[in-house]
Structures are given as structure tokens and as C-alpha cells.
């Protein structure tokens, strides 16, 4: 199992790894910095084909 807390995990190979597992298209990573108040994450843009 991935995790993504402590010393010894990376979270960006948590992400590649589930991104894989789900064969997405497309993958967003954002770093939130603990204790720095409100998130506030842009609107990602992102164009959905049929």
C-alpha cells in the first residue's frame, strides 16, 4: 500500500503509482504546505473529450 506520510515516501510516487494503477490520462499534483491557513488551490483546467 502507497502512503504518503513520513520520511521514507515520496508523495510524487504515490501519485505515478495510483495515476498507473488507474491508467489515468492526465495527472495534477498540488503541494500544500502544512499549517499555512486556508487551502486555496486553483481551478484546474482541464478539457474532457468524448
Known sequence: MAQTCGDRIDPATASQ???EGLDAKVREDVK???GMGPIRVPEAQVAISK
Open 17 to 19: 503509482y495510483i495515476a
Open 32 to 34: 500544500l504546505e502544512r
